[in-house]
């Protein structure tokens, strides 16, 4: 079992930024990747980014430029730092860690982008 701990959402201005934070417990040994995810409105459940246990990475292409991932393998935390914010990044962020065991997820964050 692995427990996925989320933190740092909140209310942004278009332009800002925001740092998610994701804290792994539990059988942490036997993840391999860890990511974000989100679902808009109506829409299915996107990638947003991912980063493996050897840092290599991956975004989505609506991200890429303007959010950065990154991983504290001591801390088995990952981070989101979102710059440049806008007011589509509106909705729940979700983390994800993929395990030898399956596939774990957290409660969610909310992100909002307004004015």
């Known amino acids: 079992q692995v427990q996925l701990v989320e933190s740092g959402g909140g209310l942004v201005q278009p332009g800002g930024s925001l740092r998610l934070s994701c804290a792994a417990s539990?059988?942490?040994?036997?993840?391999?990747?860890m990511g974000w995810y989100r679902q808009p409105p109506g829409k299915q459940r996107e990638l947003v980014a991912t980063?493996?246990?050897?840092?290599?990475?991956n975004y989505a292409d609506s991200v890429k430029g303007r959010f950065t991932i990154s991983r504290d393998n001591a801390k088995m935390t990952a981070y989101l730092q979102m710059n440049s914010l806008k007011p589509e990044d509106t909705v729940v962020y979700s983390c994800?860690?993929?395990?030898?065991?399956?596939?774990?997820w957290g409660q969610g964050t909310q992100v909002t982008v307004s004015s």
């Open positions: 980063i493996t246990n050897n840092g290599i990475t």
């Open positions: 994800h860690a993929r395990t030898s065991f399956g596939n774990y």
């Open positions: 539990g059988s942490i040994f036997s993840i391999y990747a």
